[in-house]
T-cell receptor, first 113, second 118 residues
Framework: GQNIDQPTEMTATEGAIVQINCTYQ??????LFWYQQHAGEAPTFLSY????GLEEKGRFSSFLSRSKGYSYLLLKELQMKDSASYLC??????????????FGTGTRLLVSP | GAVVSQHPSRVICKSGTSVKIECRSL??????MFWYRQFPKQSLMLMAT?????????EQGVEKDKFLINHASLTLSTLTVTSAHPEDSSFYIC??????????????FGEGSWLTVV
């Protein structure tokens, strides 16, 4: 099975930088995703890492260390609209060859003025 | 536009009845579809993985006979909640994969379905 852990809640102020961590334990690792989700809506894709290192996309960056089972999502120049839940998800290949995407506990981020 | 369509977006049913939720991939063939359940202020919990050409693989603790999943074709998967009870009330969301295992954003989510059992 998988264990995927994130902090439950974080708060930050507008214009700041926030880092959301995700630790995981899994077998058959085949990529880590970050999604943003507003209440009552479907998750929105933010980033994908399958190799170690940093992926940057505008105000959002994601980092992966496979040996440590660790990832983080970095949000820069925070805006009020960034208040949402951020979900870390791990894709893993089972021993039957099929893949599944399992989500972490999710982090609720509140951005204040 | 949406590449995965989920229907209905909201449904209210009486306790003891069954309700079916559909998930369609609109412009690609989905070799794998996932069904999730989400309670308020919680993350998505994987219920089952449906792979084209085989039966759904259910996660531990998910009742197969209660949550019937059928990957009817490469563009349609259905989740039927049988003999629904109020505790089944939740947000159900599907996702579909176009089957390129090493590509990041080939997993698309439906809009989700709010089920309320009264």
């Amino acid at each position: 099975g998988q264990n995927i852990d994130q902090p439950t809640e974080m708060t930050a102020t507008e214009g700041a930088i926030v880092q959301i961590n995700c630790t995981y334990q899994t077998s058959g690792f085949n990529g880590l995703f970050w999604y943003q989700q507003h209440a009552g809506e479907a998750p929105t894709f933010l980033s994908y890492n399958v190799l170690d290192g940093l992926e940057e996309k505008g105000r959002f960056s994601s980092f992966l260390s496979r040996s440590k089972g660790y990832s983080y999502l970095l949000l820069k120049e925070l805006q009020m609209k960034d208040s949402a839940s951020y979900l870390c998800a791990v894709r893993a290949r089972s021993n039957t060859g099929f893949q599944k995407l399992v989500f972490g506990t999710g982090t609720r981020l509140l951005v204040s003025p | 536009g949406a590449v995965v369509s989920q229907h209905p977006s909201r449904v209210i049913c009486k306790s003891g009845t069954s309700v079916k939720i559909e998930c369609r991939s609109l412009d690609f063939q989905a070799t794998t579809m996932f069904w999730y359940r989400q309670f308020p202020k919680q993350s998505l919990m994987l219920m089952a993985t449906s792979n084209e050409g085989s039966k759904a693989t259910y996660e531990q603790g998910v009742e197969k006979d209660k949550f019937l999943i059928n990957h009817a074709s490469l563009t349609l998967s259905t989740l039927t909640v049988t003999s629904a009870h109020p505790e089944d009330s939740s947000f159900y969301i599907c996702s579909a994969s176009s089957g390129t295992p090493n590509s990041g954003n080939t997993i698309y989510f439906g809009e989700g379905s709010w089920l309320t059992v009264v």
